[in-house]
T-cell receptor
Framework: TQLLEQSPQFLSIQEGENLTVYCNSSSVFSSLQWYRQEPGEGPVLLVTVVTGGEVKKLKRLTFQFGDARKDSSLHITAAQPGDTGLYLCAGEDYKLSFGAGTTVTVRA | NAGVTQTPKFQVLKTGQSMTLQCAQDMNHEYMSWYRQDPGMGLRLIHYSVGAGITDQGEVPNGYNVSRSTTEDFPLRLLSAAPSQTSVYFC?????????????FGPGTRLLVL
């Protein structure tokens, strides 16, 4: 059983559309991280959110940490083909636990 | 800086064979770790090290050994490979044993056990 559940598992959209990826858990985390992984590569850290209710923006990416620090979302505005990849969330309690990821494909 | 490097990129083993996956980092990071990534399972921690001479077990340590004789290197040994160890293995490092530090991943080793 995954400690962190990510949804949807797969997402395919047209360039210019918006998308949201969710990361949910029944556990409370001290912080939550989002990574992007491209085929044949290791994950690369995008952002760390620490405070309940926190919102962080990274260009067209918006990350939100739930008020109760059990869930998070990643919203991409006007998606581009370069946003294609596997998006992973990871929650910290005394260790880092990863979700299974959401595979995002942005079609040109 | 080369960052985190892993060798080999691909490996095919027969059941029962042993091998060592190499990992090195040139960032003088104290903390290093090994993960395996399987479809639908996310990344799972195998072993980790908070500094030279110190190692500890993660979530799925059975069938794997590690050592940390230097700050730079953290090899992962498969003692007797099994098909269940078919996976993609990632090595990672960060400056210290603090989850507030950015963790850097290597490019991975893809292992197939027949």
């Amino acid at each position: 059983t995954q400690l962190l559940e990510q949804s949807p598992q797969f997402l395919s959209i047209q360039e210019g559309e918006n998308l949201t990826v969710y990361c949910n858990s029944s556990s409370v985390f001290s912080s939550l991280q989002w990574y992007r992984q491209e085929p044949g590569e290791g994950p690369v850290l995008l952002v760390t959110v620490v405070t309940g209710g926190e919102v962080k923006k990274l260009k067209r990416l918006t990350f939100q940490f739930g008020d109760a620090r059990k869930d998070s979302s990643l919203h991409i505005t006007a998606a581009q083909p370069g946003d294609t990849g596997l998006y992973l969330c990871a929650g910290e309690d005394y260790k880092l636990s990863f979700g299974a990821g959401t595979t995002v494909t942005v079609r040109a | 800086n080369a960052g985190v490097t892993q060798t080999p990129k691909f490996q095919v083993l027969k059941t029962g064979q042993s091998m060592t996956l190499q990992c090195a980092q040139d960032m003088n990071h104290e903390y290093m770790s090994w993960y395996r990534q399987d479809p639908g399972m996310g990344l799972r921690l195998i072993h980790y090290s908070v500094g030279a001479g110190i190692t500890d077990q993660g979530e799925v340590p059975n069938g794997y050994n590690v050592s940390r004789s230097t700050t730079e290197d953290f090899p992962l040994r498969l003692l007797s490979a099994a098909p269940s160890q078919t996976s993609v293995y990632f090595c990672a490092s960060r400056p210290r044993d603090s989850l507030q530090e950015t963790q850097y991943f290597g490019p991975g080793t893809r292992l197939l056990v027949l």
